[in-house]
């Protein structure tokens, strides 16, 4: 029976395979196998285990046949966010967690976009006033969706906080999977809704347009108490005590 290799060995081999993929160019080739053993100073068993490794973070592509070998890769966003989500959903955990985290996040990425200043960020706000304008107190909820994520997309954009983003995006992920919110709703609280996030984004406008950091971090306040009530209940009914709890927390 041929012994595993020990993991402080794979770990190691790995390591140095992971230095060699990001020092290169996603598709650049590492070696193949035969190279690679050679290159890693270990046993076969070993550097295909590191390997399996390194696919899991996506790291690297392995291809088998003519023309194979290793080639340096990088984590797909859109993988990293649905597998972290589909984690959480294995964990025993509160779910309005999510939200607290996705909205306090959201309320410091607010505060930077609107703290910039820049001829970019004013162009970016410009750009989205007309379109928020435009929207009528009937405007079908995907729509209003979609002009959330354009915006959401847009400020991620001017702040480059990947990190905060990454975080936002993977909740986000989870909350889509979680939480299905409806369309059909009573027409007239469709209507608040609607009309109370569109004052809500020209505040958020607003305060990019004028570079009034406190007046983003104010807006973002508001508007996330605003998503928050529309995905666990009606603008016009009294939150319970579980929104009280978020809006404490957000506010």
């Given amino acids: 029976m041929t012994a595993k290799p020990a993991r402080s060995t794979v770990a190691a081999a790995a390591a140095r395979l992971r230095a060699m993929s990001l020092a290169g160019e996603p598709g650049t080739i590492l070696g193949s ?27 690297l592509k392995v291809r088998r046949g003519m023309n194979g070998g290793y080639f340096a890769a990088r984590p797909n966003v859109g993988t990293i966010e649905t597998a972290v989500s589909a984690y959480l959903d294995t964990l025993d955990m509160d779910v309005e967690d999510v939200g607290v985290i996705s909205s306090l996040l959201w309320v410091e990425m607010l505060r930077r976009a609107a703290g910039l200043g820049t001829d970019a960020a004013r162009a970016t706000a410009e750009s989205f006033r007309e379109r928020v304008m435009s929207v009528r107190p009937d405007t079908p909820f995907a729509r209003i969706s979609l002009v959330e994520d354009e915006w959401r997309n847009a400020i991620f954009e001017l702040t480059q906080a990947r990190y905060i983003e990454l975080i936002i995006q993977i909740n986000y992920a989870f909350s889509q999977r979680r939480f299905a919110v409806s369309e059909n709703v009573d027409p007239e609280a469709h209507q608040i809704f609607v009309r109370a996030w569109r004052n809500a984004k020209l505040m958020e406008i607003e305060a990019i347009a004028a570079g009034d950091p406190e007046l983003g971090a104010l807006a973002a306040r508001h508007m996330c108490r605003l998503w928050h009530q529309r995905i666990w209940g009606t603008p016009d009914v009294p939150p319970d005590q579980r929104t009280r709890n978020f809006a404490d927390a957000v506010l």
């Fill in 33 to 59: 196998e035969d190279t690679l053993v050679t290159t890693l100073g270990g046993a076969r068993a070993t550097v295909r285990q590191a390997a399996r490794l390194l696919e899991r973070e996506g790291l």
